[in-house]
């Protein structure tokens, strides 16, 4: 999960977000456990950044959403 969210910080200063924000999205699909039942929820947020970023616009609270997310179904899964 930790490179996910390393891709994710990365995603939203790039001016090119969308290949790691797919990447991000990737690792969390990958990732062993369903991180509290937020995996879903970081999915959902990651594919809202790239509609965003499709469309021009920033993703940034898009992509903070996800990490939260991320970091949430970390903390629940402990």
Same mark, same amino acid.
């Given at each position: 999960?930790?490179? =996910? #969210?390393? *891709? *994710?910080? &990365? /995603? &939203?200063?790039? +001016?090119?977000? #969308?290949?790691? *924000?797919?990447? /991000?999205? !990737?690792? %969390?699909?990958? $990732?062993?456990?369903?991180?509290?039942?937020?995996?879903?929820? =970081?999915?959902? /947020? %990651?594919? !809202? $950044? #790239?509609?965003? +970023? &499709?469309?021009?616009?920033?993703?940034?609270?898009?992509?903070?959403? =996800?990490? =939260?997310?991320?970091? +949430?179904?970390?903390?629940? /899964?402990?």
């Amino acid at each position: 999960m930790e490179k =996910a #969210i390393d *891709l *994710l910080q &990365k /995603a &939203k200063t790039d +001016s090119t977000p #969308i290949p790691m *924000l797919q990447k /991000a999205k !990737e690792q %969390i699909k990958d $990732a062993r456990h369903n991180k509290g039942g937020r995996r879903g929820d =970081a999915i959902e /947020a %990651i594919n !809202e $950044a #790239i509609e965003v +970023s &499709k469309k021009g616009g920033n993703p940034e609270s898009k992509i903070n959403q =996800a990490i =939260a997310m991320i970091h +949430s179904g970390t903390d629940r /899964a402990h």
